[in-house]
C-alpha cells in the first residue's frame, strides 16, 4: 500500500463547477501536510499547505482530519485555468523527506 | 534570484552510457533533494542531502549518486544508464521559516534511455 493515496482522476467539470479531492496517508506519525499543483510537464509548485482547523486561500479549501488520515481539497467556481494534476504532500518530521500522492488530475472544461 | 536550476533539460542516452545531472539554487537552503517522476508513479525520492556534506538515500536510490559540492550545488550521476531510469528528474530545495516550509522545485530533465 501507497503511503499516500489518491484517486488519480481524471475529474472532468464544468467552469464554475465545485470539485473535491480526497488524499488518504497511511502513516499516523505524519506531521506536515500540503497541496501541491503540476502543470502538464512543468515542476510541481506549493498550492497550500494544510492545517487542522482548516484553512482557505481564495476559492480554494484544504482540510485535514487526523483521526481518520485524510486531507481534502476544494475547489469553488471551478476555472479553466484551475486544470492541473494537484498533488497530496505529507512530511513526518519537520524540513524531512516529503512524501507525494501519485496526484489527481483535473480538467475544467467550458 | 534564480531559484532553483537544472542542466540539461532533456538527454538522450544509450545503455551502458554515463551522465551527470546539475542542480544549483540561490537561495540559501540548507536541504536538498532529487526526485524522478514517472507516469502514475508520482514524484519518488532518489537522494537527498539535509546540508552540506551530508547525503542520504531516499525510496529509489539503486543506479544512482549523489554529490554535494557546496550548500548551492546538489548533482545526481547515472554511473551506466538502463532505459528503466527513463525518467523526469526533479531536484528540489526546501526553505524553512516561520510560516512553515515549502519546497521549490526546478524545471526538470526529461532523461530518456534507449
Known amino acids: 500500500r501507497k503511503e499516500v493515496e489518491q484517486d488519480p482522476g481524471p475529474f472532468n467539470v464544468p467552469e464554475g463547477a465545485t470539485v473535491a479531492f480526497n488524499c488518504t496517508y497511511s502513516?499516523?506519525?505524519?506531521?506536515?501536510f500540503f497541496w501541491y499543483r503540476q502543470d502538464c510537464r512543468k515542476e510541481p509548485k506549493l498550492l497550500m499547505s494544510v492545517y487542522s482547523s482548516g484553512n482557505e486561500d481564495g476559492r480554494f479549501t484544504a482540510q485535514l482530519n487526523r483521526a481518520s488520515q485524510y486531507i481534502s481539497l476544494l475547489i469553488r467556481d471551478s476555472k479553466l485555468s484551475d486544470s492541473a494534476t494537484y498533488l497530496c504532500?505529507?512530511?513526518?518530521?519537520?524540513?524531512?523527506?516529503?512524501?507525494f500522492g501519485q496526484g489527481t488530475t483535473l480538467q475544467v472544461k467550458p | 534570484n534564480a531559484g532553483v536550476t537544472q542542466t540539461p533539460k532533456f538527454q538522450v542516452l544509450k545503455t551502458g552510457q554515463s551522465m551527470t545531472l546539475q542542480c544549483a539554487q540561490d537561495?540559501?537552503?540548507?536541504?536538498m533533494y532529487w526526485y524522478r517522476q514517472d507516469p502514475g508513479m508520482g514524484l519518488r525520492l532518489i537522494y537527498y542531502s539535509a546540508s552540506e556534506g551530508t547525503t542520504d538515500k531516499g525510496e529509489v536510490p539503486n543506479g544512482y549518486n549523489v554529490s554535494r559540492l557546496n550548500k548551492r550545488e546538489f548533482s545526481l550521476r547515472l554511473e551506466s544508464a538502463a532505459p528503466s531510469q527513463t525518467s523526469v528528474y526533479f531536484c528540489?530545495?526546501?526553505?524553512?521559516?516561520?510560516?512553515?516550509?515549502?519546497?521549490?522545485f526546478g524545471p526538470g530533465t526529461r532523461l530518456t534511455v534507449t
Open positions: 537561495m540559501n537552503h540548507n536541504s
Open positions: 504532500v505529507v512530511n513526518r518530521k519537520k524540513a524531512g523527506k516529503l512524501i
Open positions: 502513516n499516523s506519525a505524519s506531521q506536515s
Open positions: 528540489a530545495s526546501i526553505s524553512t521559516g516561520t510560516g512553515g516550509y515549502e519546497q521549490y
